[in-house]
C-alpha cells in the first residue's frame, strides 16, 4: 500500500481494489476438532453418527484457505473476514468454519505483527457471525480486539471518505467491522452497515456468478461505505452429498478462483473495492486485482511478480 501511486493515497478507500480471502482463518481448522455452531443441524448430526469420518468430510467441505493467516498477508490478502464462537466463559474465542480452528486472538496477533514491521500497510477485519455469544461475552471479545491493535485501531467516526494518507497521518493500520448492535458504544469499532456484500446470497454456478458480477461492477450504485464482491459459489447441501469424497477445493474452488482471475483480467473494471475468493493463492489472483489500482493510477505501467511482490518500475506497486 505504501508503493501505490501517489495519486491512490488520498482517494477513499472504499475506491481501491482491496484483495480479500473468503473464511480467512478457515486455514486454523482441523478435522481433529469438534464440529462448531456455524453448521446446520443435518451436517451436526451427520458429523456426530460418523465420528472421525465425518469430521474428516466436513473439513474437506468447508475449508477455504491454505495459506497462514501470516502467509496471506505477505501474498497480499489486506482484508479478511471471520466467524467467532465461545467456546465457554472462559474467554475462548475461537474462529468457525464448520469446525472449530485457532483462537481469534492468535490469528489477530499474526496480522498485528504483519503491521509491526509494514508500518504503511492497512488491515480490513471483518467480524460477521457469533455463535454462543451474549452480551457479557461481547464485551470481552471487544476487549481482547481492543488490546491487541490498541492505538492501530482506526475509529468509526474518521469518515468513511477515509484514504491512506489519513490513516498514516495518524498511525491507524486497522479498522475492524463488527457485526453486532454493542458496538455502538464503542469508537473504535465500524458497524456492520458500513460493508455492503455483493451477491448477498452465493450463486450455485459460476456462470451465475461471473453474470452477476459483470452485472454488478457495470451498474453498481453509489455507496458511502466498502463494497465487497464475493467471488464464491456454494452447492446445495444435497449436492455436496452427492459428492461427498471430493473436496470444496476440488469441486468449486479450483474452478471458480480462475475465472474470477480470468474475469479480473479482461479489462479494467470499475467500482471494484473488496473482492474474496477461496483459495487466494490461485492463479495470480491478488496480482491482477491490485493491477486494476495500476491501470487507475497509471496508464503505462508494466508489472512483475517475484516472490509474491508486485514491483512496477518508477512508480511502484507492492501489496
Same mark, same amino acid.
Given at each position: 500500500?505504501?508503493?501505490?501511486?501517489?495519486?491512490? $493515497?488520498?482517494?477513499?478507500?472504499?475506491?481501491?481494489?482491496?484483495?480479500?480471502?473468503?473464511?480467512?482463518?478457515?486455514? $486454523?481448522?482441523?478435522?481433529?476438532?469438534?464440529?462448531?455452531?456455524?453448521?446446520?443441524?443435518?451436517?451436526?448430526?451427520?458429523?456426530?453418527?460418523?465420528?472421525?469420518?465425518?469430521?474428516?468430510?466436513?473439513?474437506?467441505?468447508?475449508?477455504?484457505?491454505?495459506?497462514?493467516?501470516?502467509?496471506?498477508?505477505?501474498?497480499?490478502?489486506?482484508?479478511?473476514?471471520?466467524?467467532?464462537?465461545?467456546?465457554?466463559?472462559?474467554?475462548?474465542?475461537?474462529?468457525?468454519?464448520?469446525?472449530?480452528?485457532?483462537?481469534?486472538?492468535?490469528?489477530?496477533? %499474526?496480522?498485528?505483527?504483519?503491521?509491526?514491521?509494514?508500518?504503511?500497510?492497512?488491515?480490513?477485519?471483518?467480524?460477521?457471525?457469533?455463535?454462543?455469544?451474549?452480551?457479557?461475552?461481547?464485551?470481552?471479545?471487544?476487549?481482547?480486539?481492543?488490546?491487541?491493535?490498541?492505538?492501530?485501531?482506526?475509529?468509526?467516526?474518521?469518515?468513511?471518505?477515509?484514504?491512506?494518507?489519513?490513516?498514516?497521518?495518524?498511525?491507524?493500520?486497522?479498522?475492524?467491522?463488527?457485526?453486532?448492535?454493542?458496538?455502538? %458504544?464503542?469508537?473504535?469499532?465500524?458497524?456492520? $452497515?458500513?460493508?455492503?456484500?455483493?451477491?448477498?446470497?452465493?450463486?450455485?454456478?459460476?456462470?451465475?456468478?461471473?453474470?452477476?458480477?459483470?452485472?454488478?461492477?457495470?451498474?453498481?450504485?453509489?455507496?458511502?461505505?466498502?463494497?465487497?464482491?464475493?467471488?464464491?459459489?456454494?452447492?446445495?447441501?444435497?449436492?455436496?452429498?452427492?459428492?461427498?469424497?471430493?473436496?470444496?477445493?476440488? %469441486?468449486?474452488?479450483?474452478?471458480? $478462483?480462475?475465472?474470477?482471475?480470468?474475469?479480473?483480467?479482461?479489462?479494467?473494471? %470499475?467500482?471494484?473495492?473488496?473482492?474474496?475468493?477461496?483459495?487466494?493463492?490461485?492463479?495470480?489472483?491478488?496480482?491482477?486485482?491490485?493491477?486494476?489500482?495500476?491501470?487507475?493510477?497509471?496508464?503505462?505501467?508494466?508489472?512483475?511478480?517475484?516472490?509474491?511482490?508486485?514491483?512496477?518500475?518508477?512508480?511502484?506497486?507492492?501489496?
Amino acid at each position: 500500500m505504501g508503493l501505490l501511486p501517489v495519486c491512490l $493515497t488520498s482517494i477513499p478507500l472504499r475506491c481501491l481494489a482491496i484483495p480479500g480471502s473468503h473464511a480467512s482463518f478457515s486455514c $486454523t481448522v482441523s478435522h481433529f476438532n469438534d464440529i462448531s455452531p456455524d453448521n446446520s443441524l443435518l451436517v451436526k448430526v451427520l458429523g456426530n453418527i460418523s465420528c472421525c469420518v465425518g469430521r474428516e468430510r466436513i473439513y474437506q467441505w468447508s475449508r477455504t484457505q491454505d495459506l497462514s493467516v501470516t502467509q496471506q498477508l505477505t501474498s497480499g490478502v489486506r482484508y479478511f473476514e471471520a466467524q467467532v464462537a465461545a467456546r465457554s466463559r472462559t474467554g475462548d474465542f475461537r474462529v468457525v468454519c464448520g469446525l472449530y480452528g485457532d483462537e481469534l486472538r492468535s490469528c489477530m496477533t %499474526e496480522i498485528k505483527s504483519f503491521l509491526d514491521t509494514h508500518e504503511k500497510e492497512v488491515i480490513i477485519l471483518d467480524i460477521n457471525n457469533f455463535y454462543n455469544m451474549d452480551d457479557i461475552l461481547h464485551m470481552k471479545l471487544l476487549s481482547i480486539i481492543t488490546h491487541c491493535f490498541d492505538d492501530k485501531l482506526c475509529p468509526f467516526n474518521t469518515g468513511s471518505d477515509v484514504s491512506l494518507n489519513s490513516l498514516w497521518n495518524q498511525g491507524y493500520q486497522v479498522i475492524v467491522i463488527y457485526h453486532h448492535e454493542i458496538i455502538n %458504544e464503542y469508537d473504535n469499532f465500524w458497524p456492520g $452497515t458500513s460493508i455492503n456484500y455483493y451477491p448477498p446470497v452465493a450463486p450455485v454456478t459460476s456462470a451465475e456468478l461471473i453474470l452477476q458480477l459483470e452485472k454488478h461492477s457495470e451498474n453498481a450504485p453509489e455507496t458511502k461505505y466498502f463494497k465487497c464482491l464475493r467471488g464464491i459459489v456454494s452447492y446445495s447441501k444435497r449436492k455436496c452429498l452427492s459428492r461427498l469424497s471430493s473436496s470444496r477445493k476440488h %469441486e468449486i474452488s479450483t474452478k471458480v $478462483t480462475p475465472e474470477i482471475t480470468t474475469w479480473l483480467q479482461e479489462k479494467h473494471r %470499475e467500482n471494484l473495492n473488496i473482492v474474496i475468493v477461496d483459495y487466494m493463492h490461485l492463479s495470480n489472483f491478488v496480482r491482477h486485482l491490485v493491477y486494476q489500482n495500476v491501470s487507475r493510477g497509471s496508464n503505462s505501467t508494466s508489472v512483475s511478480l517475484t516472490n509474491g511482490e508486485m514491483s512496477v518500475p518508477q512508480e511502484q506497486v507492492t501489496i
